[in-house]
């Protein structure tokens, strides 16, 4: 038994619905499960019965319910007393974020950062959202720049940030690379490569809801999970991809990035930006780099 099989096991008590509650864990259903499942067999009794539209906690589920409750409570507090007093003798923030906001946002945080806090260590670590927010749950991340998602973990302070702006990456050698913008019409019959829905849901809806907008079926020949494999492909002329404008900075060899018009800017906002970090904790050092972060983020999204 460990302390993330029973924040799996309270939220999905708390939910009755295994769907919901990996949503708001940021996991995928059969994660959730599974965890659930080691939990029940290292206790060796049955904690949850499931049924086809939700789920029933059993006696034995009843009873571990309020005792986990209390156990998360005291780790969360012995987990926020330990890591102050570990901030007064090693200035250290540990920083998750996703690629596109590492190319694009990152390093002009990080300058300014240094600026005011110049004995602080910055450690970032570059992933997906839905394997940054664990971490920032589990307290192995301080904050963590993310898509957020529709039901976030209510352990979870989460500030939007911005909506980038998506671009269009065409071959240089394609016929629309020449033009100054593009509209989704104008990609009408081109062939798509867009991010697997499972790790990028943002980015891959992106692409197939501009096109459903604007009444036209999506092409899709190509899935692949990293925008610098996606800009690859794009480059070998194996299609087209819409990516946000910060992926532009990936510069390829052979691949043109050309601006999306698209008509009112409601279209546009479907690659939310926002910062996450854990608000049962205390941190003054994570805290400076939020108010920083919110303070200068007018700034820094001028080229979104």
């Known amino acids: 038994m460990d302390l993330h099989q029973l924040r799996c096991f309270v939220m999905a008590a708390d939910e009755l619905h295994f769907g919901r509650a990996a949503q708001r864990l940021d996991l995928l259903p059969s994660s959730l499960s599974r965890h659930i499942r080691m939990l029940e067999e290292d206790l060796g009794v049955r904690l949850v019965m499931r049924t086809t539209r939700n789920a029933v906690l059993t006696e034995h589920g009843s009873f571990l319910l309020e005792e986990a409750r209390s156990l998360l409570a005291r780790a969360d507090d012995l987990e926020s007393r330990i890591r102050e007093k570990g901030r007064d003798r090693a200035a250290v923030v540990r920083l998750g974020v996703i690629d596109s906001a590492a190319v694009g946002l990152v390093p002009r945080l990080l300058h300014d950062f240094r600026e005011i806090a110049p004995d602080v260590t910055v450690q970032v670590m570059e992933d997906k959202t839905h394997r940054l927010l664990p971490r920032v749950l589990s307290g192995r991340l301080d904050l963590a ?3 957020p998602s529709a039901a ?3 352990r979870l302070e989460l500030h939007f940030l911005l909506y980038e702006t998506a671009v269009v990456a065409l071959p ?3 016929d629309l690379a020449r033009r100054t913008s593009v509209s989704v019409l104008d990609l009408a019959d081109q062939t798509l490569i867009v991010p697997e829905r499972r790790s990028r849901p943002h980015s891959h809806d992106l692409t197939m809801r ?3 907008e604007s009444g ?3 092409k899709v020949v190509h899935l692949a999970d990293e925008k610098q494999t ?3 492909l794009v480059a070998a002329g194996m299609g087209i991809a819409i990516v946000p404008r910060w992926a532009s900075r ?4 052979g691949v043109t990035y050309v601006a999306l018009d698209t008509p009112g800017a409601d279209k546009l906002k ?3 930006l926002a910062v996450a970090w854990t608000g049962s904790t205390r941190d003054p050092i994570r805290d400076m780099l939020v108010e920083l972060l919110r303070g200068r983020i007018d700034i820094y999204s001028k080229d979104a």
Do not use: D, W
């Open 216 to 218: 036209l079926y999506a």
């Open 145 to 147: 720049l993310i898509r």
């Open 210 to 212: 501009l096109f459903s």
């Open 270 to 272: 479907k690659l939310p």
């Open 172 to 174: 240089s050698s394609h």
């Open 250 to 253: 990936m510069q390829v060899e």
């Open 152 to 154: 976030p973990s209510r």
């Open 230 to 232: 996606i800009v690859n």
